[in-house]
């Protein structure tokens, strides 16, 4: 039927799997002038001016991570290529996480956004100088160095790339100034009626007045009031103080009364995952709803790119600090890594499309391949065998399946998945 339709191009005969159009099965999915054309059992490879054969892989709305750090050179060794973590690692749509501020957003847009081959969006940070060197002076984060006022205004404004309010709630900053910086970063995301995606697990060292009273594991149950529906709890599986699992090894019990009004747990998988607690808070039932990766230039290695010059000292010299150790990654090894844990793929495919289009309010223009949607395609291989996996702990865990992205099309054009910051697989 599709005969004389003229496509530019033709998926033909992969397992797409779409959850918001109701699709899990062997389709051909054909693009025209950058948007999804038809999605179809069969259609004739004569109806397309190219035909790639997918056969065997998976074809899937455009990734999503909810979760990176691609400021690059303005948040220093921290912010990676958007490129390199988006398109050329499979992933159309890539989230920054709390890299610009309203101080430095209209850079953001200039130089990354307008720039990047990836779809970009950001959360924008609550604090005015953003992520800079990856968070690493924690005097920056005072209440002080907050302004409610001009990032309301800034969100507002930029509401097309500004999708959300990210925060931190951990025990470094609450010994420096109990939770005043969560209030203000809440009162930010209520008056901008955007999500607050909040870190949990400690990120910076204690002050040399020590934790001042502050407990890690009381942060979660005083932070979670302030919250509303539809606001994100990030690093739920971090093995560092303050995250779902207390230090006596069990759930926090406020994390299901959170969940049941509403509030999302996004893995920011990174640095602040761990296998070991994963397994302990997904067997008592907190399954997160989205997937962000959290590759950042401190936890990311990436081979044969110099570093400009001028870029400051690499701040790893505390062997305790959350980002110490580097390794290749991608979105898709943390999709590898949630099937591992025994979450079926098709649910690992709700939190790289449907879930977070929803969180950023992006449900219309996301995270489906239905028939009129910008063609925002990732073509992933489900390699069978037997992999190790590691987390940041050094504990490993067999993978029987291995997702790798073979190539994407942002928009309709291709982009091979060629990041020199793909994980190479590791037979167990
Ligand atoms: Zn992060």
């Known amino acids: 039927m599709s005969e004389g339709q003229g496509y530019d191009l033709l998926l033909k005969g992969g397992r797409?799997?779409?959850p918001a159009s109701g699709i899990d099965g062997v389709r051909d999915v054909a693009?025209?002038?950058g948007r999804i054309a038809a999605v179809e059992e069969s259609i004739l490879p004569s109806a397309a001016a190219e035909v790639i054969n997918v056969a065997g892989k998976l074809v899937l709305p455009g990734l999503i991570d909810t979760h990176g750090h691609v400021y690059q050179y303005v948040t220093g060794r921290f912010g990676l290529d958007p490129d390199m973590v988006g398109v050329r690692s499979g992933v159309t749509t890539v989230v920054d996480q709390g890299g610009?501020?309203?101080m430095t957003l209209p850079g953001f847009r200039k130089f990354i956004v307008e720039r990047s081959q990836t779809n970009v969006v950001a959360f924008l940070s609550a604090y005015l100088v953003g992520g800079l060197e990856g968070h690493f002076y924690p005097n920056l984060y005072s209440p002080d160095c907050v302004d409610i006022e001009a990032t309301v205004r800034s969100a507002t404004a930029n509401r097309d790339i500004v999708r959300g309010i990210k925060g931190h709630a951990e025990i470094g900053g609450f010994a420096r100034w109990g939770i005043k910086v969560m209030e203000m970063a809440a009162e930010i995301a209520r008056r901008a009626d955007i999500p607050l995606y909040v870190h949990f697990g400690q990120l910076w060292g204690l002050p040399e007045s020590g934790a001042n009273g502050e407990d890690a594991d009381t942060i979660l149950e005083r932070v979670i009031p302030l919250l509303k529906e539809g606001d994100v709890l990030a690093h739920p599986f971090t093995r560092h103080p303050g995250g779902f699992v207390n230090r006596e090894g069990e759930v926090h019990h406020v994390i299901q009364a959170a969940l049941d009004r509403g509030l999302k747990v996004d893995v920011g998988h990174g640095s602040h995952f761990s296998y070991r607690l994963a397994k302990q808070a997904l067997a008592a039932g907190v399954v997160p709803h989205t997937l962000g990766a959290?590759?950042?230039?401190?936890?990311?290695?990436v081979p044969e790119i110099p570093i400009p010059a001028g870029t400051p000292e690499e701040h790893d010299d505390d062997e305790n600090h959350p980002f110490k150790g580097q390794a290749r990654f991608s979105l898709t090894q943390a999709m590898s890594s949630m099937m591992t844990l025994g979450i079926p793929l098709e649910q690992v495919v709700n939190m790289v499309t449907v879930h977070p289009a929803k969180m950023l309010g992006m449900?219309?223009?996301?995270?489906?391949?239905a028939v009129g949607r910008t063609a925002d395609v990732s073509i992933l291989d489900d390699v069978r065998g037997r992999f190790v996996l590691r987390d940041n702990?050094?504990?490993r865990v067999i993978a029987e399946r291995l997702?790798?992205?073979v190539f994407c099309?942002?928009?309709g054009k291709r982009f091979d998945a060629d990041s020199p910051i793909l994980p190479q697989a590791i037979a167990a």
């Open 16 to 18: 797409v799997i779409c």
């Open 31 to 33: 693009v025209k002038a």
């Open 100 to 102: 610009p501020s309203c």
């Open 294 to 301: 959290d590759m950042h230039g401190y936890n990311t290695q």
């Open 363 to 369: 449900e219309d223009t996301l995270g489906s391949l």
């Open 393 to 395: 702990e050094d504990y």
């Open 403 to 405: 997702l790798e992205p």
């Open 409 to 411: 099309l942002r928009a």
